[in-house]
């Protein structure tokens, strides 16, 4: 059975910095693309930003390219979203997804073949 469990997620001022991360289980983790989105009530799910198997590299969404980072470590099977410089439009629930497509943008939701439950991140200014 396939797990990913999101955690990190918490209430704080703009201007900070969070890292969120996501234990996976039951999946080829190093075969997959690992992929964050968020959602804000109201509004549809938004890619953030993934990083790829192999080559570990990574592609952001330009609302928060320059401020958040992916990184993985394949021995946890685990993947992290370094948020930093967080601003009150950044609040959202955040999810991981796995892709099997090792290559592409990885923009569509419908490219991910596995989600987390996600967790609530509060921005206030």
């Known amino acids: 059975q396939v797990r990913l469990v999101e955690s990190g997620g918490r209430s704080m001022q703009a201007g900070g910095s969070l890292r969120l991360s996501c234990v996976t289980s039951g999946l080829p983790f190093s075969n997959y693309a690992m992929g964050w989105f968020r959602q804000a009530p109201g509004r549809e799910r938004e890619f953030v930003g993934v990083?790829?198997?192999?080559?570990?590299?990574?592609y952001y969404a330009d609302s928060v390219k320059g401020r958040f980072t992916i990184s993985k470590d394949d021995a946890k099977t685990t993947v992290y979203l370094q948020m930093n410089t967080l601003k009150p439009e950044d609040t959202a629930v955040y999810y991981c997804?796995?892709?099997?497509?090792?290559?592409?943008?990885?923009?569509?939701?419908?490219?991910?073949?596995?989600w987390g439950q996600g967790t609530q991140v509060t921005v206030s200014s």
């Open positions: 990083i790829r198997p192999r080559d570990e590299s990574t």
């Open positions: 997804a796995a892709s099997k497509w090792p290559e592409g943008s990885h923009i569509s939701p419908r490219l991910y073949d596995y």
